[in-house]
């Protein structure tokens, strides 16, 4: 089976750096990928991590350690908008269509 | 193109009616896919199709749970004898080949949120 664990609850200030942790047990690995979902809004891709290292994309960068089955979402300049919850996902093969997701980090940005 | 559409948005039933939602997803992606979400969780992986040919379902999707993609385009999730633990956002996502970089980017629709009383 497949499974993922993040924290649950974040909090930050406006401007600040938060950094989102996500480790996962899985059968097969084929990439990680994070997703943000504001209240009552539909999950919307953010990044994706399919080797090992830093992705960067605008203010947001997305970090992946397989020998460590680990990898982190970190947010930069942060904004009241970003204040969302975040899935980290993965899936198994390459064409394998299923994505596992975790349980989301909650993350309350404050001025 | 609109992105994916999910009908209906909400729907109220009572214990032991059957349900029936539909999903449009983006017009080019090829796969598409039923997730469930309740409050606090993550989506929770339903079942997928590529093209119309259902390709993998969740163990956990009891036997009163059907899908279709008859024509490879439109979905409906039907669920059957509705329990109240059915109670649940229904998210329908797609997607279109994975891309180059391995990555397989999932489109969400806004999701129909059933209640079941």
């Known amino acids: 089976g497949q499974s993922l664990e993040q924290p649950s609850e974040v909090t930050a200030v406006e401007g600040a750096i938060v950094q989102i942790n996500c480790t996962y047990q899985?059968?097969?690995?084929?990439?990680l990928s994070w997703y943000q979902q504001h209240d009552g809004g539909a999950p919307t891709f953010l990044s994706y991590?399919?080797?090992?290292g830093l992705e960067e994309t605008g203010r947001f960068s997305s970090f992946l350690s397989r020998s460590d089955s680990y990898g982190y979402l970190l947010l930069q300049e942060l904004q009241m908008k970003d204040s969302a919850s975040y899935f980290c996902?993965?899936?198994?093969?390459?064409?394998?269509?299923?994505?596992?997701f975790g349980d989301g980090t909650t993350l309350t940005v404050k001025p | 193109d609109t992105g994916v559409s999910q009908d209906p948005r909400h729907k109220i039933t009572k214990r032991g009616q059957n349900v029936t939602f539909r999903c449009d997803p983006i017009s080019e992606h090829n796969r598409l896919y039923w997730y469930r979400q309740t409050l606090g969780q993550g989506p929770e992986f339903l079942t997928y199709f590529q093209n119309e040919a259902q390709l993998e379902k969740s163990r956990l999707l009891s036997d009163r749970f059907s899908a279709e993609r008859p024509k490879g385009s439109f979905s409906t999730l039907e669920i059957q004898r509705t329990e109240q633990g059915d109670s649940a956002m229904y998210l329908c996502?797609?997607?279109?080949?994975?891309?180059?970089?391995?990555?397989?980017?999932?489109?969400f629709g806004a999701g129909s949120r059933l209640t079941v009383l």
């Open positions: 996502a797609s997607s279109p080949r994975t891309s180059s970089s391995g990555a397989n980017v999932l489109t």
């Open positions: 991590n399919g080797l090992d």
């Open positions: 899985t059968s097969g690995f084929y990439g």
């Open positions: 996902a993965v899936r198994k093969g390459s064409n394998a269509g299923k994505s596992t």
